[in-house]
């Protein structure tokens, strides 16, 4: 039996012989190339791991970053918009990645563009000197509407005398008006006009298509219920009164007739749905002061006519000419996408009382005739004993009525989704707190002096000027 020492030394000149061989031999050098091969092949494949890790987190980044502006955009959104982009990668665990939110909000879009970024450690790219890979994420959604529907409710009210006021609104509605009606929005936002004072001239063409009690022809103003403020409609299942025809205010010498409580002239009247500068622009010039301060009666109209209630009186219109035919069906329905609604309620004072005859004093034709004659102070001074005076009259509103009304008026405007700017003009405290109250919020309310009326008016303008809308 062969030892261990005696093998050993019979193999070792074999296998030196073997090694020899080998090295002199070439079929070791694929070997190698092999071996080589197979770690590039190794060291590849890590370094596309690399990359899939990236691009799996690059698109779940992005996908929070995308569901984030999409939420934050929605114009019915009543959050923040930042804050609702954070709360998205808050619950994503991705809080730490946000870098930056920007928003951009106009009347009728709103743009919400994220940006976050994260850093991913590597496995294989740390050996070429890349320890980690930036994974960035850029989102940007915006939303707007096709449509602007905007009523602007002017105070031409008496005190619109003092200081130069009515020359600051002339001017500073009549740049609202060229600013916002564009030539590339002219045929997506319609204005209807309001002048209002102590009444609302409604005007012969729409009061004839609202059921009505009408008891004469001298002017066209419709009497509201109070329950008739909480609702941004126009009630028209039932007649409304007309407005009795007569001036009440007396200077205690003349038988002044040109202040009645439901205005007379022309340019005086509503304005519907227009898209014409000049026709806006002349009606605007040629408001003068007049009578007492009704704001929630102009506050009504104004939501009346955005209010899908109006849009049988308003195709009405457009089938006898007195509105432009693009604007057959509006208002739009609250709930359609494409359209927003708008007010600019615009005053310079309070809410002031408002007196009406008695009943028994104006229910016959020669009676309201009678009243078109005489300014009623006048005639109560000159023809009736003062202990009869209480019997011609009676107070249908208070100023603290008032207020409540245009409160109700303005709370039902914005359940209703309407954008409210108010501008409070040389405005005392109460007024202005009443004012802001009605605002959509308190950016949306501006208390100005002199010519920063027409600086409120270009600030809102430019709201609506931005948009350069798209179907």
Sequence with gaps: MMTFNEAKARLQPALRRRLVRFAREEDGVFTILALFMIMMMVLVGGIQLDFMRHEMERSRLQAVADRAVLAAADLDQTLDPSAVVKDYFAKAGMIDYLSNVTVANGLNFRTVTVDASMEMPTQFLGRFGYPTLSVPARSQAEERVANVEISLVLDISGSMALNGRISELRKAASVFVDTVLTKES??????????????????????????????????????????????????????????????????????????????????????????????????????????????????????????????????????????????????????????????????????????????????????????????????LYNAVSYSDWYKYSWRKYTPTLGDQLLNSICTAAKQKNIVIWSIGFEVEDHGANVMKSCASSPSHFFRVEGIELSEAFRAIARQINQLRLTQ
């Design 186 to 379: 002219q045929d997506l936002i319609s204005v209807s006009v309001i002048p209002y004072s102590e009444q609302v001239n409604a005007g012969p063409e729409i009061m004839k298509r609202i059921p009505m009690n009408k008891s004469h022809d001298f002017s066209h103003c419709v009497e509201f219920d109070e329950t008739e403020f909480k609702s941004s409609a126009l009630d028209v299942s039932k007649p409304h009164e007309q407005a009795q025809h007569f001036q009440w205010n007396y200077d205690g010498r003349s038988n002044d007739r040109s202040s009645t409580v439901c205005p007379r002239a022309s340019y005086e009247r509503i304005t519907p749905l227009s898209q014409n500068n000049t026709v806006l622009k002349n009606q605007i010039n040629a408001l003068v002061p007049r009578a007492g301060t009704s704001i929630f009666l102009g506050m009504k109209w104004a939501t009346a006519m955005l209010d899908p209630s109006f849009r049988s009186i308003n195709d009405g219109l457009v089938t006898a000419g007195f509105v432009d035919s693009k604007f057959s069906g509006r208002p739009k329905a609250y709930d359609d996408p494409e359209t927003l609604k708008t007010i600019i309620l615009m005053t310079d004072g309070e809410n002031s009382i408002s007196n009406r005859i008695s009943a028994e004093y104006y229910n016959t034709p020669s009676k309201v005739v009678h009243w078109s004659k005489y300014n009623f102070n006048y005639y």
